[in-house]
């Protein structure tokens, strides 16, 4: 008898409905709201796919050998993920993570054995991924650089939007994702736009002076390199507020502990479903509502 190893169960994760959140007029109109549960990964979020992809193919590629040492900046899922794989395929993990980031994220990191260091709040992810690149060009190892990898969006090109296609037979109409890295959304939209020009892909983003994790608005000279802006069709932009008012109405009314992120997604799908109607909309779930608890958002 063969058994599947902590890697293979990545990917494949299940949509489903929402069912009290969007309300008898959007049945009336003949949405379906469909929310993908990433945080069902073996470490709890999408960017596992990222993760398992950007280090198996640097590998693959003879970039890397295990035992090397691996950096990277995080805001925390990422950082997570990479931890994991390089746990499972012998890399030494080094992540830098701004310093007000939630501390089950960085306890979370430090249980798969990577090396953590904080940087100052005021310098944001900018000045953790300016350290890493630091880091890399002093020998003290390799950058995987989510931000710039192809190996990041290929991984949603290959997985998450061949899924998001066959579990809903063709029937998507608008697909929903926050934006930071870019890789989900970038990736996803390829390979949709490729089954089905007309399906929309909408981009969330934080309103201005909002700081919600895992959505950024990146300054121009920082913008990931792997962003292809001619493959989002819309942004709409999410308010902080907002999107925690929605990661506890998800618990609450859906039994859907999500973060806040993935809050943020779904509230912009719920703006696009009182636009349409007979439309099919996936947002993308990117995580769990566990990893925030130390944040206050959810009620002690």
Known sequence: MSYLTVDQVIGNTPLVQLQRIPGADNARRGNVILGKLEGNNPAGSVK?????????????????????????ATSGNTGIALAMVAAILGYRMVLIMPEDLSIERAKTMKAFGAELLLTPKSGGMEYARDLAEQMQREGKGLVLDQFANADNPRAHFETTGPEIWRDTEG???????????????????????????????????????SRIPGIRKWPQEYLPKIFEPQRVDRLEYVSQTAAENMARKLAREEGLFCGISAAGACEVALRIAREVENATIVFVVCDRGDRYLSTGVFPA
Request: proline letters at 5%; a negative charge; charged letters at 20%.
């Open 48 to 72: 596992d796919r990222a993760a398992i992809s950007m280090i198996r193919h640097a590998q693959e590629r003879g970039a890397i050998k295990p035992g090397d040492t691996l950096i990277e």
């Open 171 to 209: 029937r998507i109409t608008h697909f929903v994702s926050a934006m930071g890295t870019t890789g989900t959304i970038t990736g996803v939209s390829h390979f949709l736009k490729e089954q089905n020009p007309a399906v929309q892909i909408i981009g969330a983003q934080p309103e201005e002076g």
